[in-house]
C-alpha cells in the first residue's frame, strides 16, 4: 500500500475502538430508522390500551345515556369536557369504546396470526423439503386459496359458523395460511442444499430434527416480519368483517362496528365515524412501520454495517 495514501486516510472508528458489538449495532440501525420507532411507539401504546383499558378509559363502554347522546367533540362546540371525543347514538363515551376495541383488534390480530403460521409453515416446511408430489398437492391448495377471493370465502365462512370472536379469529386464520407457506416453502428449498443441512442428512438425522432444529430456527426471521404485516391486515379484515355485520356483535367495542354505526350519521356527526377510522389507520400504520423495519434489520441485504 502507497504510504502517502496510508497516512492520509481517516482511521475507522471501528480500528480506534474494536469493532461495535452485535446489539449496538442493531440498537443504532434501529434508532437510524425513525419510522420504524415510531411504529414501535404506536404498537406500545395500542398495548397499554389493550391491558389496562379499565384503568385508563374515562367511562364505562357500555353505559348508555339516551340525554347525552350525539354529543361532539370536547373541542367542538357544545362539546363536553367529560367526553372528550363525544357520544354515539345512545349516549356510549366513544374514546372509551375505543379504547376498549383495541383489546378486540390486538386479540383477534395476534389469535389469527398464530393460526396462519402453524397452518401456513408446516405446510411450507414439507413442501419445500419433501417436494415431488407434495410439493405439488401443497401448491395446488395454496393456488386454490389465494384465487379465491378472501372477502367471499370469509364471508361464507363466518356466515355457516355464525359472527363471535372466536369464529372471527378461525375465519381470518384458516384464510390467511398462503402466504406463510409461499414464503416457508421458498426459504426451506435453499436451505435444505445448503452445507449444515446436508451434513445433517449424511450424519442420518431424522427428518424432523433437521426441519425442526436445522431450518426452522433460519426461517425465524422471515416469519416474525411476515407475521408482523400480517397482524396489520387481519385487524384490517376484522374491521371489514365487523362493518358488514358479520364481526364482532353488540354491545362489544369494535372499531369495524363502530364505523358501521356511525354509517348514518356522516353528514351531521362526523365524529363516529372519523375516529374510529382514524384508530385503524394508526394501527395499521404503525404496525406496517415496525415491520419494515424488522425486515432492514434481518435482511441481509439491506445491512450496511
Known amino acids: ?22 446489539l449496538f449495532r442493531i440498537c443504532r440501525k434501529m434508532w437510524h430508522l425513525k ?26 363502554p357500555y353505559e348508555q345515556n339516551i340525554i347525552q347522546r350525539l354529543l361532539p367533540p370536547s373541542f367542538m362546540e357544545n362539546g363536553s369536557d367529560r367526553h372528550l371525543l363525544g357520544t354515539d347514538g345512545v349516549g356510549r363515551d366513544t374514546l372509551s369504546r375505543i379504547i376498549y376495541g ?18 401456513g409453515v408446516i405446510l411450507g416446511l414439507m413442501a419445500g423439503y419433501f417436494g415431488g408430489r407434495t410439493d405439488s398437492v401443497i401448491s395446488f391448495m395454496v393456488n386454490v386459496m389465494m384465487g379465491f377471493p378472501f372477502i367471499l ?22 384464510t390467511g395460511w398462503p402466504v406463510f407457506t409461499r414464503v416457508t416453502r421458498v426459504e426451506t428449498i435453499k436451505l435444505k442444499e445448503s ?6 442428512i449424511t450424519l ?7 426441519l425442526l432444529v436445522h431450518i426452522l430456527p433460519n426461517l425465524l426471521p422471515a416469519i416474525l416480519v411476515l407475521g408482523t404485516v400480517e397482524v396489520a391486515r387481519a385487524i384490517i379484515r376484522e374491521s371489514l368483517l365487523s362493518f358488514l355485520g358479520l364481526g364482532i356483535q353488540p354491545p362489544t367495542p369494535s372499531w369495524g362496528m363502530m364505523l358501521a354505526e356511525g354509517r348514518d350519521y356522516m353528514l351531521g356527526e362526523w365524529w363516529l365515524a372519523a375516529f374510529p377510522g382514524f384508530a385503524i389507520f394508526l394501527s395499521a400504520l404503525g404496525i406496517n412501520l415496525l415491520g419494515d423495519a424488522l425486515r432492514d434489520l434481518v435482511d441481509p441485504h439491506m445491512r450496511k454495517d
Do not use: W, Y
Open 204 to 210: 442420518a438425522f431424522s427428518t424432523k430434527r433437521i
Open 195 to 200: 452445507e449444515f443441512v446436508l451434513c445433517a
Open 1 to 22: 500500500m502507497n504510504p502517502m495514501i496510508s497516512d492520509t486516510m481517516p482511521m475507522q472508528p471501528a480500528e480506534q475502538h474494536g469493532r461495535p458489538s452485535t
Open 35 to 60: 419510522m420504524g420507532v415510531m411504529g414501535g411507539i404506536i404498537l406500545a401504546v395500542m398495548l397499554v390500551f389493550a391491558v389496562a383499558a379499565p384503568l385508563i378509559a374515562p367511562h364505562d
Open 102 to 119: 383495541t383489546r378486540v383488534s390486538l386479540i383477534v390480530g395476534l389469535s389469527a396470526v398464530c393460526i396462519q403460521v402453524g397452518i
Open 153 to 174: 370465502f370469509a364471508i361464507s365462512l363466518v356466515a355457516v359458523i355464525g359472527p363471535s370472536l372466536q369464529n372471527i379469529i378461525f375465519a381470518l386464520g384458516v
